[in-house]
């Protein structure tokens, strides 16, 4: 129909730090997408649940109307376009090769020949990987926490994925261990996905607009990422 139900359902990303992710102490789902869908259902005044998914079943989710809109880091792409509406874009990003803190090979997307690239299945990453020539293996899972294992336990020679979480993992978990090269592959942004159609993508639009207007979006962004957009 076309009305905005009162309560709504939004679909996440189980892992995508520091987008979203399970806080295991307090068991609550946190981050920048979460911080800003509240932030965003406060100004329209809408109640909502939420449904951290793989990554890869929010579209399929959305095309059937199991969820009323998702938040995951998503980029914006025409094929995606044809299938769901984004909002604007609200995060700038783009891809990085991460490779083991001791490689000297591979400096660049060019060195990738032969080798064994880890990244998550369903993703721009993903699809970037696959058109690459000559690569040994584009090899994706579920979630990129299992794709970085992989580099790191030597079994892939590389993992391509999104810019902000390769450079969070490098000052956290991976610290030491790997580090990122080259430039910056593929420049993206982030939108909020509807179903086509949905009545709800222009109300959730605007509060976005009105958000980055407020000064609440930079908060936000300062406190997620440590330095202003
Ligand atoms: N930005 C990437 C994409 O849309 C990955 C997002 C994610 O893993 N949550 O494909």
Do not use: H
Not at 18 to 42: C, H
Not at 69 to 83: L, Q
Not at 209 to 218: A, P, R, V
């Amino acid at each position: 129909g076309s009305e905005v139900p009162e309560k709504i359902t939004i679909g996440t990303d189980t892992s995508f730090v520091p987008f979203e992710f399970l806080n295991q102490d307090t068991g609550e789902y946190e981050g920048f997408d979460i911080d800003l869908v509240k932030a965003i259902a406060e100004k329209i005044g809408i109640e909502y649940e939420l449904k951290p998914m793989d990554f890869n079943g929010l579209i399929p989710a959305l095309q059937t109307g199991n969820l009323d809109m998702a938040i995951a880091g998503m980029t914006i792409t025409d094929e995606r376009k044809k299938v769901v509406d984004f909002t604007r874009p609200y995060y700038d990003a783009g891809l990085y090769i991460l490779v083991r803190s001791d490689e000297k090979s591979i400096k660049g997307v060019e060195d990738l020949k032969g080798k064994v690239v880890a990244t998550k299945q369903g993703t721009t990453s993903f699809n970037y990987a696959s058109k690459l020539d000559g690569l040994k293996e584009v090899r994706p899972f579920p979630n990129i926490d299992q794709a970085y294992m992989e580099l790191e336990k030597g079994s892939a020679d590389a993992v391509i994925y999104d810019s902000p979480n390769v450079l969070y993992y490098i000052k956290t978990k991976g610290k030491g261990k790997v580090k990122a090269v080259g430039d910056l592959l593929q420049a993206e942004s982030y939108g909020i996905a509807f179903p086509k159609g949905s009545p709800l993508r222009d109300k959730v639009d605007e509060a976005l607009g009105e958000l980055m207007e407020d000064g609440t979006y930079e908060k936000l962004y300062v406190k997620w990422f440590g330095q202003k957009p």
